[in-house]
């Protein structure tokens, strides 16, 4: 069981805006620590999508962001492409666990 | 910039593997080195970084029986694991950890993971 939680799945049509929940709490994402998001392609090595809670590395598609409040982040993908389809996963730190991951979130375009 | 793991394959339970991180571009001496495992059906694993030999920090799982270390001469980073179970089965990946200003970085690039099969 993951410290951070995600969805296990979301889904959309092409076009369609879809988001992707990272939900800590008061001793990683709520206690500051910056959240960091990934991409995971079959058969490719994975990528920085997004740093820094909001930041996209050069690269990056404008069409991913992100955000973040409390003690969650989230990760919006809007315009759907077919080539979005992968597994996606939130990097914090943890008080007491260490750098911790969520549980990974798998993207599937309808 | 680039990351290549090599050493991985079947090891029996209570044996030990080496896996190897080569990097190409950068200077390992100057970036926390992280790795993190994928396994079967199951989300990301970190399992612990290296700044230097007296800075290093490791999951509570692997605590006790993995070892991080670089080689600064061969710009190179290894994870000793021992006492392997089978549940440390996965694929292995090195990243190097970018964003000084935060407590704990981002990893870009990883490397393309090395599997390692715990099974007798």
């Known amino acids: 069981q993951s410290v951070l939680t995600q969805p296990p799945s979301v889904s959309g049509a092409p076009g369609q805006r879809v988001t992707i929940s990272c939900a800590g709490n008061n001793s990683n994402i709520g206690a500051g620590y910056a959240v960091h998001w990934y991409q995971f392609l079959p058969g490719t090595v994975p990528k920085i999508l997004v740093y820094g809670n909001t930041n996209r590395p050069s690269g990056a598609p404008d069409r991913f962001s992100g955000s973040r409040s409390v003690t969650s982040a989230s990760l919006a993908i809007t315009g759907l492409q077919a080539e979005d389809e992968a597994d996606y996963y939130c990097q914090s730190y943890d008080r007491s666990l260490g750098v911790v991951f969520g549980g990974g979130t798998k993207l599937t375009v309808l | 910039v680039q990351l290549v793991e090599s050493g991985g394959g079947l090891v029996q339970p209570g044996g030990s593997l080496r896996l190897s991180c080569a990097a190409s571009g950068f200077s390992v001496s100057d970036y926390f080195m992280d790795w993190v495992r994928r396994a079967p059906g199951k989300g990301l694993e970190w399992i612990g970084r290296i700044k230097n030999k007296d800075n290093t920090e490791y999951a509570a799982s692997v605590r006790g029986r993995f070892t991080v270390s670089r080689d600064d001469s061969k710009n190179s980073l290894y994870l000793q694991m021992n006492s392997l179970k089978t549940e440390d089965t996965a694929i292995y990946y090195c990243?190097?950890?970018?964003?000084?200003?935060?407590?704990?970085?981002?990893?870009?690039?990883w490397g393309q993971g090395t599997l390692v099969t715990v099974s007798s």
């Open positions: 990243g190097r950890e970018k964003g000084g200003s935060y407590y704990v970085g981002w990893l870009d690039p």
